[in-house]
């Protein structure tokens, strides 16, 4: 029987990857076909699946996998999701933050000026939530490429974003204005599987909490 | 002529004969189970004045309309509330125990997706006048004899208490506000937050340990005999329920002390019904020994829904598991088949 009690683990592609194996590998999981092979998807002798940080919750609580790690951002931005969020696996770790271009704040002027900022996001939901919170009229400009591309050229005044080391806003010339939360990895369950796999999902959690 | 596509309402969808027929198998079983366990079943309207449904506090509508004296009208989100308002109209010095069961659609504004529909069939049943524990004990016997009718074999019933958390953070001592932050993570299933807001509160350290790890905590009757101090009195509920239980019925059971449902009027006993073929409960239910007053006619009650759907779903992933297994042992692999069982 592997390390994980048989349990299906969503393992997140991207940033988060080469922490998730570590975390994996440290808990007793041979994690090297996965690390050499990035175009398969389905690694069933060990029983993960590799996917999209944001395709995580989806797989989880459809009960697809019995556990997977994404990030906080994802599960921030998908809060109707049905899914126990269990650990906090503390790598990963990255700010949502929201930032204009250098110099007098545009957001601000706007505001005060026309009574609504433009902020470009990935991240809507979140970023719609926050001005709600905050008191602020904000239209939401929904990006799918390089967020930072829309201050510079007068498409919005802000953006919404998340950030690592702040070295892609420093070079395209944007500062950060305030920061929304912090988001590091998480373990996150199926509510069903929680319950009926209580015990593996018990001992992945002891493994994790102590590696 | 061109074929027109009429579109129908997101979350709503139509029924064809052949998944019919299925449904009816499933909804006949359950009802003559209800039958013989003496639950006379009841239809109500599916729309109800706005204000009786918010007197019962289930969960908000999706779906209103104004009648034509300005009237808001609204779709049932769940058929509890309707037989209190039932109960409390219709049998005012009726001696109780009454016992109800119904099959109705419900509507409720979610993100549709399988399982999940806006507008869905729910089976159920209300058992108004007994009391904690027997009143609780009944309601999952009949649980169990319905799953059995419909053929599901590997269901299971995670039983909880709404007032236990509430209780121990009574015993502790912990300030109201507090409270709420713990309860808010809790219904979100959120243990990081959780154990964060704990380390907000100057708890001891032995205190905040318990907070965090009681609500994690599930399993087989050991979970109460282990429990002491503070969780001891807040399981004693728990404890009483599983005595009266049928072997066959404590054998289902997984005792889960974090089991919060979202509809705001459980008081007691608590209970989700899962399947390993679905990745969410087929259904549950719990105690509102509260309800019932509201509307004029204080009686201790307990009662549960299934969601049709999620049955039928549940049953044709079990038959597949099962075909495969025994696929796997005629196949020479029985060890495997075994293991996966």
Known sequence: MSPTNGLTIAVPRGALLSGTLDRLDAIGLDTSEVRTNDRKLLFADIGVVTMRPSDVPTYVEAGAADVGITGKDVLTEQPEREVYELLDLGYGACRMILATVDGPDPAVEALRRLGVMRVATKYHKTAAAYFERTGRQAEIVEVKGSVELAPLTGLVEAIVDLTATGTTLAENNLVIREELFSSTARLIANPVAHKLKATAIDAMLEKLRAA | ?341
Request: aromatic share 6%; with cysteine.
């Open chain 2, 1 to 341: 002529m061109r074929p027109q596509i009429q579109p129908i309402p997101s979350g709503t969808r139509d029924v064809l004969p052949d998944e019919m027929r299925e449904l009816r198998d499933i909804t006949e079983a359950i009802r003559a189970v209800f039958e013989v366990d003496g639950y006379g079943e009841v239809s109500t309207p599916a729309l109800e004045y706005e204000a009786v449904l918010a007197r019962g506090g289930g969960a908000p509508p999706a779906y209103r309309v104004f009648d034509e004296h300005g009237e808001v009208l609204a779709l049932r989100t769940d058929m509890t509330v309707p037989i209190a308002r039932l109960v409390a109209t219709r049998y005012q010095s009726a001696d109780p125990p009454l016992r109800f069961c119904y099959f109705a659609h419900a509507y409720r504004g979610v993100r549709p997706h399988r399982g999940q529909m806006r507008e869905f069939l729910q089976a159920g049943i209300e058992l108004v006048g007994a009391p904690a524990p027997q009143g609780t004990a009944e309601a999952l016997g009949v649980i169990c004899h319905a799953l059995d009718a419909v053929g599901l074999r590997d269901y299971r019933i995670g039983l909880g208490d709404a007032s236990l958390y509430p209780t121990l953070l009574r015993s502790l001592a912990i300030a109201q506000d507090a409270c709420e932050a713990l309860m808010d993570a809790l219904v979100r299933c959120d243990f990081v937050s959780l154990q964060a807001e704990l380390g907000r509160l100057a708890l001891d350290d032995a205190d905040a340990e318990l907070l965090l790890r009681v609500p994690q905590v599930r399993g087989g009757p050991e979970v109460l005999s282990d429990a002491d101090g503070p969780v001891a009195d807040a399981v004693a509920g728990l404890r009483g329920v599983y005595e009266l239980l049928a072997p066959e019925v404590a054998a289902r059971v997984i005792f889960d002390l974090g089991l919060i449902r979202k509809m705001g009027y459980y008081t007691g006993a608590v209970f989700d019904v899962y399947d390993p073929a679905l990745g969410a409960p087929l259904g549950g239910g719990g105690r509102y020994d509260d309800l019932l007053g509201r509307f004029g006619r204080p009686l201790p009650a307990v009662g549960f829904a299934l969601t049709i759907d999620r049955l039928h779903i549940a049953l044709t992933g079990e038959e597949r598991s099962h075909d495969e297994v025994t696929a796997l042992s005629a196949g020479g692999h029985g060890e495997q088949g075994a293991a996966e069982l």
